[in-house]
């Protein structure tokens, strides 16, 4: 049986193939780089993860273990063991290597398409099948940015022009939400980690925001909690005096919800110890006079944007988000 360390080193598959090729799935295996530092994929010049033969054999002995009833951190120690004794497990890659996807390298754009128009027709099978392509295809940021944003965007426009009923729009958003979700709850909990609240200010009713902004948080490693949108603000100082959190994050998209949040940080400064408020959404970016008047940490005009800024806070440090 070959070694792990047989396997080719070169970087030339992308996360899908590797996901079909070891059975583990995109979502666990960024959980699983970024919480043991067990792979480090070479990046390709659009961004996106390249895997070798080597790190596929490796995630398939992995898999192997966890399949048998072994902890993940377990079975990463033993290897790392090993390793450390110049002993490289045996692993068989069944699954051949796949003729290069094409599917990947289509335009962000041609999924914002198919997936704006699965979603104005109800189809939920063919919206599912374009939202799991996208998810093997793309980095969490570019799926967000640059996938399910402009098509929430477009799905707006298409209500707010009398083009779609609004029950389809509730259909559309209701639908990403549900998948967003289920991204949120599949990626593990850190507890170790500096510990930030998500949700929406009094009011507010848009939740897709702060909730990708809790999604890209927890991949940048932090413990988060997505708290939900129109959240009371004496009630949540109360829940803050309890639990501690490290900082605060609450959104806006619509103009009367950033009213509560100007006597926000004040609310915050009994609490000992105080933790850091930081804001956005789309109500500041559309008003940004609303910033000077807010007390607090804008967090910038994008999401992205905002995940660097709380590392910025927090660790005091700039980091790549794409770094996971
Ligand atoms: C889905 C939706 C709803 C759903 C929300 C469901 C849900 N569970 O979230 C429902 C049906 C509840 C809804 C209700 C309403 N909606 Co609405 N809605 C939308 C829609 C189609 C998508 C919103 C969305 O999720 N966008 C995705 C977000 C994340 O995109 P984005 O805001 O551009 O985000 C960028 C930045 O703003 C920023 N950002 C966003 N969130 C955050 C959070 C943080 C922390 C940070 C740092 C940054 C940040 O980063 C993003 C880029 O990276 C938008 C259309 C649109 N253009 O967005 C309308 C839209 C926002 N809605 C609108 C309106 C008018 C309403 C209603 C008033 C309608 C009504 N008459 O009842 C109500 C208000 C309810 C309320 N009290 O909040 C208008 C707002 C116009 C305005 N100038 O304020 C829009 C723009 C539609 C339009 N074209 O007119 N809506």
């Known amino acids: 049986m070959p070694k792990i360390v047989d396997y080719p080193e070169d970087a030339k598959y992308n996360i899908k193939s590797v996901s079909q090729r070891t059975g583990v799935q995109p979502v666990t295996l960024r959980a699983w780089e970024r919480r043991y530092n067990i792979l480090e994929p070479s990046r390709a010049q659009n961004g996106y993860r390249l895997?070798?033969?080597?790190?596929?054999?490796l995630l398939v002995w992995l898999k192997n273990q966890v399949d048998a009833g072994i902890s993940i951190s377990s079975a990463i120690a033993d290897f790392r063991a090993n390793t450390r004794k110049g002993i490289s497990p045996e692993a068989v890659i069944n699954t051949p290597s796949p003729t290069p996807s094409k599917r990947s390298s289509l335009p962000t754009?041609?999924?914002?398409?198919?997936?704006?128009h699965a979603l104005v027709s109800r189809d939920?099978?063919?919206?599912?099948?374009?939202?799991?392509?996208a998810l093997a295809s793309f980095d969490l940021h570019a799926?967000?940015?640059?996938?399910?944003?402009?098509?929430?965007?477009d799905i707006g426009d298409a209500w707010y022009n009398g083009k779609i009923f609004v029950a389809v729009e509730?259909?559309?958003s209701g639908f990403i939400r549900s998948k967003l979700m289920a991204i949120y709850q599949s990626m593990p909990v850190h507890r170790r980690v500096s510990y930030i609240m998500v949700g929406g200010a009094p009011g507010e009713l848009h939740e897709i925001g702060s909730l990708v902004t809790a999604i890209l948080l927890r991949e940048a490693g932090y413990r988060v909690e997505y708290l939900g949108p129109d959240l009371p603000l004496d009630d949540?100082?109360?829940y803050i005096k309890e639990e501690k959190p490290k900082m605060v994050i609450l959104s806006a998209t619509i103009q009367e919800a950033t009213e509560d949040l100007v006597k926000f940080d004040e609310l915050i400064s009994g609490v000992k110890p105080k933790p850091i408020f930081g804001y956005g959404g789309a109500a500041f970016n559309r008003h940004p006079e609303l910033i000077s008047k807010t007390p607090g940490s804008y967090l910038g005009e994008t999401i992205s944007q905002s995940i660097k800024t709380v590392q910025a806070i927090l660790e005091g440090k700039k980091r790549d988000p794409l770094a996971g």
């Open 124 to 133: 939920e099978t063919a919206a599912t099948e374009v939202l799991e392509q």
């Open 143 to 153: 799926l967000v940015e640059a996938i399910l944003f402009p098509t929430l965007r």
């Open 236 to 238: 949540l100082v109360q």
């Open 109 to 116: 754009s041609d999924f914002v398409k198919r997936l704006y």
């Open 51 to 57: 895997y070798s033969e080597r790190d596929i054999a």
């Open 170 to 172: 509730h259909f559309a």
